[in-house]
């Protein structure tokens, strides 16, 4: 169904919080499957007409050389899930790029997928990037980025704290300390 003005579009948010538990209530692997759900709703047509099914665009943002965030658009070629959930990202590039230098200079990056739909919603991925040789001839640099931190509001997928305002995101962290087993927990 399609919102025809903002009413529409607040009813449809809080028609979606209503159905939603509030975050303390439940499980990090629910919440982490929100996450993944919001970011696979992220559509990218590749020449502005055509939907590419199984891409969902984001901003990469590194540090410049100059210490000035630099952000661009690109698309994951991969999104990991293994050795746990969301574990990481996968790009390619040119091996002149800015990007190749900014992450050899400082492997610290971040990836911002953002959900235009109705009442909107944002995952911020925190990580760090390493650099490998790719498959691809003209794009021969894989980026890989692990995750380490995630920060998400959404209204569209019941990502919100249990104030439900999306004015505080909700924040996970990678914890290393569970049986050797890196896992995702909650964070304030």
Not at 116 to 122: I, L
Request: proline content about 5%.
């Amino acid at each position: 169904e399609i919102c025809r003005s903002n009413v529409d579009i607040s009813v449809q948010a809080y028609q979606v919080m209503r159905r939603t538990r509030p975050a303390s209530q439940v499980s990090v692997t629910e919440l982490l499957a929100r996450v993944r759900s919001t970011i696979d709703s992220i559509e990218y047509y590749s020449n502005g007409r055509d939907l590419t099914v199984g891409m969902h665009p984001c901003s990469l943002v590194t540090m410049d050389a100059d210490g000035y965030p630099s952000a661009r658009t690109i698309v994951p070629l991969e999104i990991y899930d293994v050795p746990h959930q969301l574990a990481g990202f996968r790009f390619y590039t040119r091996e002149d790029s800015r990007k190749v230098h900014d992450i050899k200079a400082n492997s610290k990056v971040a990836l911002v997928f953002q959900d235009q739909r109705g009442q909107q919603g944002w995952v911020t991925v925190k990580g760090n990037a390493s650099l490998r040789s790719g498959s691809n001839p003209n794009y021969p640099v894989d980026i890989i980025v692990e995750s380490v931190r995630f920060e998400a509001v959404s209204y569209n997928h019941g990502l919100l704290t249990d104030e439900g305002n999306g004015k505080i995101p909700l924040v996970f962290v990678l914890d290393g300390t569970a049986g050797g087993k890196p896992e995702w927990r909650r964070s304030s």
